[in-house]
């Protein structure tokens, strides 16, 4: 972010404005590794405690349905708090516009299935093998890219997807020994119950994350209305799930079951997970995007050291290591020369924040920032 670039209004920001969005950018860093490490580790934390367990399709459904009705309260934000026009709006661009509407019906079956698994995959997994190994989603985010919006990877991006593989296939062999010892030990935890549910949750996150990018740019439609739709499928598609896995469970003991305030907390920090991070981003750029991940990882183990009494052994590290590395490698920017096809958009292999950024009504509701140097 240079210093000297301008605003979008075409001023030239004061040096004060220079230094507070500085500050800002290194305080959205440290939101988004917060953010990453929190939500998995809050995950394990509340699938091992003893007790009563919530049901984890109940907590897919109360957090669509408080995704949903935040992007609606910023909807009514937009529209000045005009209840008819809100109500119109929505009736036409949810109702009518249904044949519109009825494409976010893949995404959002997909999106579920993967909330879902998350919770299956950490439950089973260590807090920071899966951080790890959850990082496969920027691969299959990147072949779904290329195979579907026809996008160009660099030679660095390349090189990064493969160290990214390698790194964590190392970390898969090093979790073999510890597999057998939780074996031995009577764990009810099933590691290859979580391993295939992380590996199912990548393929789900890259293939839905691309898909909702092409919605996104054939659409005017803004990215808050986007999630309302999503949301809307969302909450069906969990209700059904809930209902098929889990149904005459919860119709004994209530849709709350289980719940504590570490669990609401879970949810919270799910369901405004992603529109946390869009907003943060707005001040960060893809670099510091990467550099986040790689540090969320780092935050995940050392927290699951004392947390979990994570073992971490030579073999771990270097496959961690691997890992953090094609992260940031991945969110370089392409060098100059190498532009991406006409329409094409960035590489940038979040799938979350897939679902709240890159649209113009984005700015609308947030400050501008002195410098535009996002990607997304």
């Known amino acids: 972010m240079a210093a000297g670039s301008s605003t979008g209004t075409g001023e030239v920001p004061t040096r004060s404005q220079t230094e507070a969005n500085r500050k800002l950018k290194y305080i959205s860093l440290a939101i988004l590794v917060v953010q990453n490490a929190s939500l998995i580790l809050s995950i394990r934390y509340v699938r091992t405690l003893p007790g009563d367990r919530f049901f984890t399709t109940s907590a897919v459904v109360m957090a669509e349905v408080l995704k949903v009705t935040t992007c609606l309260l910023i909807i009514l934000l937009q529209k000045r708090f005009n209840v008819k026009e809100t109500a119109c709006f929505l009736l036409d661009s949810v109702v009518f516009q249904y044949k519109d509407t009825l494409k976010l019906a893949v995404p959002s079956l997909i999106y579920t299935l993967q909330n879902n698994l998350q919770y299956v995959a950490i439950s089973n997994l260590p807090a920071a093998t899966f951080q790890v190994t959850y990082q496969l989603k920027i691969l299959t985010t990147a072949l779904f890219s290329v195979l579907m919006l026809r996008k160009s990877l660099s030679r660095v991006q ?10 964590v296939a190392i970390v898969q062999v090093q979790q073999e020994g510890n597999k057998e010892a939780a074996v031995a030990d009577g764990s009810s935890q099933n590691y290859s119950v979580g391993l295939v549910a992380v590996v199912v ?25 986007r999630n309302v739709q999503l949301g809307v499928f969302g909450t069906a598609l969990g209700l059904l799930g809930m209902w098929w896995n889990d149904g005459g469970a919860v119709a004994r003991r209530g849709f709350l079951f289980g719940y504590t305030g570490m669990v609401w907390c879970v949810i919270l920090n799910q ?33 699951s050291i004392y947390l979990f009494s994570f073992h971490v052994d030579l073999l771990f590290t270097a496959g961690a290591g691997l890992v953090i590395g094609a992260v940031y490698m991945y969110s370089l920017p392409k060098a100059p020369g190498a532009a991406l096809p006409p329409g094409a958009a960035s590489s940038s292999p979040a799938p979350q924040t897939l679902r709240t950024e890159g649209s113009g009504q984005m700015e609308a509701f947030l400050p501008k920032a002195p410098a535009t140097s996002d990607t997304d």
């Open 158 to 167: 390349w090189v990064s997807l493969l160290l990214l593989f390698a790194g």
């Open 201 to 225: 949750s990548c393929l789900s996150s890259g293939f839905a994350g691309v898909y909702f990018e092409r919605i996104l740019k054939g659409s005017a439609a803004s990215v808050w209305m």
């Open 271 to 303: 369901a405004f997970g992603g529109l946390l991070v869009a907003v943060v981003v707005k001040y960060a750029d893809n670099i510091l995007k990467g550099f986040a991940t790689s540090f969320s990882i780092i935050v995940s183990t050392v927290m």
